[in-house]
Structure formats: structure tokens, C-alpha cells
């Protein structure tokens, strides 16, 4: 703000009130406005809302009543390269690279709808081409509708004399190609006559394009790329809006677009001035929305604790959209009227077989008999797959007919109505009512209606997919070739088919995981053995993820460098749980923390070597690396505890540890925060005639020369310890003697790293000199 004030000085105070007051219009343009405003209005004043626990058709409420404050985070660096994994699960992953590179760069802002138009910090400018990203459901269509309205209500930015709503979705109905001014007409065909008036003051307008990512055309911004050169050329839906963000037409107008995330890899990174993430629920909002749906506080407060406590399924309530699938699947596991308490789902893949199990028990009128109902999911499973491979959301009359999906009460509970009432005729397109749903049921139709050759065309698609467009897909291909999940679904459907889990189950087995397991990878490649890994959560089929990892041998894994969140310590501690032993476990700089360890404890006694440098460990997670190394099957040999955040108060509680403790030998806790009393306190470890450390690490722990003189009078006795590397404290020349009394009295030491306050190193051999 101090900036803005700064930059703009006298400006910034008419720019404000021209957002509030708007421009001086002619009566006859003035006129013009006001009936777009209405329309405007009539278009975004109900919110629809698909799939309410009460109702099986869509609903609309008033925006006013549904309209959540949506939080946004910009200004983003967006990578170039591809995402890795598909939005749906990933999103609260990114949302965290979003939130670490804040940390390490201050990159990121915290703004409201309101500003997206204001004058940008980073870009010392006043953006006019913003993006806003969002994965599916979070609430981009949401935003984009609210800001129209509350434009046409007079709320904000009337700066704009007129403001044009387009959802590509739509746009993807009016042919092959078009012109900017035909797409205005064919919306607001009232806006004829002024058009050309209109289009007179480009800086005047806001052009708004909702869901880039469901386009099927493309949107090409480079150099060579082909361009309107003026608003009645007739080119493709692509053409017009890069032309609008490279200024060829109109210029001055302003752009707001919407997309998910894996779309700003394909944008060229100068044309935007803005990009904003929404971030979703917080901890408070999921709370608030789980209160609001239950009802009942106790019934509300039992389901959120098993949603926290799978960490799988709270991951991903940051989405609107999920969190109310995941209230639907939860509520027959919950509530009294429910009758027998369903099992409660852990992976997503039961989450989703117990979303549609009841939805179609409790939101259909009559639920057909087995075949009949078999044979409807079957119809709408293949319509799901064919718009997976086509990248296709949107689906007209003709496309239902060739797959013989009828207007039934069950295919209305999956399928909503869109009607784009400004057309004449209306057009109307079907959707499922999340992109998710469409994916679940793209996986279900090769269990209900096994073809050889369609299940080889998919996973060579899927095998040369290089986006991640087919991770979710894939995830429920996985979690439905175990007998468990899909049995709730089997009730209803008859059974599934046994070859389409056979042909998964090779699938997954006949994947090379050699690349997974080497140790020396790409970043790219950890997030593939990460992708893998939820395949064989989703599965849930202990000998197969064994199988899958190569049996009982001693495996080697590394994530250094890859951020990890809590619901990806719940995958890894799953896959380590289903392996005999881990020689190497690599989890340098992933930004584990307290919560990651804590995911992770129950099953790191199995690995030999342990690395967790750097991952902002403190204190509380003490209490997991006591149990780890309390466990009566520990074998962990070398604990690499580096650059945490660990005091001198965990030193007691971890010094009993390691005295109880009979595997390790290598310690390093170099660079925390010991400093002389915690350093006292593991020392006993070291008079203790049955320490096996052979190597200690203590680095940079604001020791004092009282320190020194402790190691010397803990050490003398000691016989295992053989390297001892206490470089980087502050130690003074008054310790040299106590160095000299050390080298001569430690019967084992044979290298010491001290580094004096000089800066020198010195390496001093004792033995075998």
C-alpha cells in the first residue's frame, strides 16, 4: 500500500474513486449499461450448487448467502515445467511450494478479489492481464461469478464501463472459429447496436475467461503465433484471446483468466502481470464446513478427528468441492439414521466407492434393479473414459446418445444440466459433477465391463502421457484391484471383474522400479517414485507392494530435496511398513517437520541408515526419535539429525534413548542448538560402558570451553567412540589442553575435527601416528 501510495501519489486517490463512482456516460450508453448490469445480474445472481446431501439434482442458492471469502496468495512464480502430478491431490503439494518459497523469498502477497486489478508490489505496475489459478473445485468459477457480480451491483472496480463473462466450456460450443465481436454479440446479443461504440475505449473494459484448462482450443503466445488484427477477424477462440494478452487488439482492455495450475506451464511468463492462487480451506474452514454439514457438534467433531487422523482424506478437504464428497461418504459412517456403521474409508479410493455407494442408496428416487443399474454405470463409465482421453468435461445430447446414457434419476445423481441460456436456441451440455467423479468412474467401467482392447489403448495413453493427466485415474485403477474397496460397490453392481485386477496387478508388478530405488535421481524422478508410491497406497496390498520393491532386500530410498507434506510421510510410512528392511532412508531437506516425523515414526525402526538434516525438526519430535530408537526391532545404525531445530531440552529424554538403545553408531547433530547443558546431558551416554557410538558429530552448537572439558571427563573410560568432530563452536585457546588430555587419555578416539575460534582445522590422529 505504502508503495502504491508512493508511485501513484495524487492518481491512486482518483483511481480509487473512479473504481467506486465509475465514468460519465452519455444517456443513450448509460442506458446501454444499465440493461447489461441486469443481465449481468440475472446470470450471476444464484450460485448453483450440484449434488447438496439433500438433493440429487443440482440447486442454486443466492451467491450472497453461499459466498465464502475466498483466500488468494499472489504474486506466484509459476515453473515451466510440466506438473508431475495431476491437481487433484498435488494441490495442496504446490500450495506448499507456494507457501515454502514465501518463507525463503517473501515472494508471495495475500490479496482480496478486490485488488487483483490494483497496482502490483513486485511488478511496480497496475496489472491488466491477471491470472487466478485454482485446482478443480477450489473455487475459480466461484470467484470469477462473484466478481462479475459484484461489478454489476456497483461493488467494485467501475473503472470498467462494461464487463464481458465468458466460460470456455461454453465457448467451446460456437464452432471452429469465430471473432471477438460475434462472441460478444452471440453472449449479449442486447449490446448490438453499441458495439462499436463500445469497443471505441478498450481501456474501459474487462474481458473475463473462466476455466482456460477445459478449452479445446489452443493458446498459443509466441512470436510466430497467429493473431487478430482486428475484434471482427475470424479466427479461432485461441487466437482471440492471445491476441487480447499480446495487445494486438483492443489495447488496454484488461484480462481476467482462470485455470488450474498445470495450465501456467504452457503460458509465456512476461504476458501475465499478475498470478494469484487460491489457496482453499484452512484448518478453520474444513472445521466450520464439517459443523455446517453434520449438524450435530459430537457427530461433526468424530468425523473430523477420523479425516485428521488419515491425514490421506484431510489433505484433501482444502477443497471445497472434496470436502463435501468426503462429508457425503463419511455421513453413513457417522450418523444414527445411517442404521449398521459403515467401514471407514482410509485411501481416497474408498473414500470415492463410499461417496458413490451413497449417493446412489439415499439420492436416488428408485434405485434399479442389479443389471439395470450395472448396465447405466457402465454407460456413464465409458462416456467418463472417452472425455479422460479426449480431455473432453463437456458433453452435448449426441455424445450421451452414443453411449446409450439415458435421462434416468440414477444418471442425473452423477450427470448435471448446463444450460447457456443466452444463446437461441439455449445450448445445453452435460458434466459430472466433479472432474474427480468422471476419473473415478473412467477407472470403474474396466471392472464392470471388461474389453482386452480397451484396457490395452488406455494404458498406452497412459504410458505416454507425460502430464500427470492420468495420475487420479490410475490411483482408482490401483485402489479398485483390492477386494476390500470395491465390495461396498459389488452390493449394488454384481461383481467385479477379476481380470481387470489381475491385468492392474501386472501392470503395477511389471513396472521397473530400479529407477525408484537408485539413489542418485533428478527431482522429476522422486516425484515419479512418489507418484508410484500412491499407486501401492491406494492398492493397499501389502504383498504387492513388497513384490513391487523387489522382495525382502535391503532397498535404498531417496527424497533429498523434495518437499514432502504430511499425507506423503503417510504413503511412505505405508510402503516402508510392507517392506522387510531399508538399508538407506534419504529425507534431507524435504521439510518433513514435527507432523512428517510423526507420520513416519511408526516404521522408521526398520531402516539401517536414517538422514533427516534440514528438516525443521524441533523439539517435539523428540518424542519420535526416542521411540524409534526404544524399539525392540530397532536396527538403525547411523542417525543423520543435521540443521534442525533441536535445543538442549531434548537431550535428556534422547540420552536414555541411546542408552537403552544397542544399534547405532553414527550420530550427527551438528548445527541445532545444544549449547553446554544439552550436551552434558548426552554425555552420559558416552560413560556408559555399553554406548556403541563409534562416531559423534556436533558441529556448530554454541559449545563453550565447558563443554570440552566435560567431553574429556565423559570420554576417558569410553571404548567405542572413534571419530568426534566438534568444529564450528566457540571454543577458546584455553581448550587446548583440555584437546591434549583428550588425544592422550581415549583409549578408542582415533581423529578429532576441532575447530578453534581462529578459524583453523586441525585434524589430530592420535593413534598410529
Known sequence: MVGEITRKDQ???????????????APEMKACQDEHRRILLEQTKLLKETGQRTQSKGQSFPILNRYVDIKIVADVYFRRQTFQEHEALAAAGELNEYR?????????????????????????????????????????????????????TGKHYQKFTFVFFFKFRDLNTVGEKTSLESLIQREYPNLHSKLDTIL????????????????????????????????????????IVASLLKEKILKGCSVLLTSRPSNLARLERGVLHRVASIVGFLSQEREKYFHNFFGEAAVAKEALAHVRESQVLYTLCYNPSYCWITC?????????????????????TQLFVSYIRHVM????????????????????GWLAEYGLQHRTLLFDQAQLEAFNVDSSPLVKTFLVENIQSATSPPVVTYSFVHLTVQEFFAALVHYLDFKEDNFRYIMAAVQEAQGGEYEIFLRFLSGLSQFETRAPLESLLGKFSPVTARQVIDWILKTDCSDFLQMERHLDGKKRTLNFFNLLFEAHNKLLVSQALGGDGDASMDFSELYLMPVDCVILAYVLSCCGKIDLLNLDTCFIQNEGLQRLSLELHRIRELRLCNNDLSNPSTKELVSILKHKECRLEILSLAKNALTGQCCKDLSLALLENRTLLNLDLSKNKLQDQGLSDLLKVFRSPQSRIQKLLI???????????????????????????????????????????????????????????????????????
Open 11 to 25: 492518481a491512486l486517490l482518483k483511481e480509487i474513486l473512479l473504481n467506486e463512482t465509475g465514468h460519465n456516460l
Open 100 to 152: 515454502l518459497r514465501h518463507k525463503m523469498q517473501g515472494e508471495l502477497e495475500r490479496i482480496t478479489p478486490g485488488r487483483l486489478f490494483r497496482w502490483c508490489y513486485r511488478s511496480g505496475r497496475t496489472p491488466h492481464f491477471v491470472m487466478v489459478s485454482g485446482v478443480a473445485g477450489v473455487g475459480k468459477s466461484t470467484l470469477a461469478q462473484k466478481f462479475v457480480f459484484d461489478w454489476a
Open 200 to 239: 471505441q475505449e478498450p481501456p474501459k473494459l474487462l474481458f473475463i475467461f473462466d476455466g482456460l484448462d477445459e478449452s479445446n482450443s489452443n493458446l498459443d503466445l509466441g512470436r510466430n503465433a497467429e493473431f487478430c488484427a482486428q475484434p471482427g477477424d475470424v479466427k479461432p477462440v485461441g487466437v
Open 328 to 348: 457425503t461418504a463419511l455421513q453413513p459412517c457417522f450418523t444414527s439414521e445411517a442404521g449398521q456403521p459403515h467401514p471407514l474409508p482410509k485411501t481416497v
Open 361 to 380: 442408496v439415499n439420492h436416488t428416487k428408485e434405485l434399479p434393479e442389479r443389471e439395470r443399474a450395472r448396465k447405466m454405470m457402465i454407460q456413464l
Open 699 to 769: 558441529q556448530e552448537n554454541a559449545l563453550s570451553d565447558v563443554s570440552f572439558e566435560a567431553l574429556c571427563s565423559a570420554l576417558a573410560d569410553n571404548t567405542s567412540l572413534r571419530y568426534l568432530d566438534v568444529s564450528g563452536n566457540p571454543f577458546t585457546d584455553m581448550c587446548a589442553e583440555d584437546v591434549h588430555t583428550l588425544i592422550l587419555t581415549c583409549p578408542a578416539l582415533t581423529e578429532i575435527r576441532y575447530h578453534q575460534a581462529s578459524l583453523f582445522l586441525s585434524v589430530f590422529t592420535p593413534k598410529g601416528i
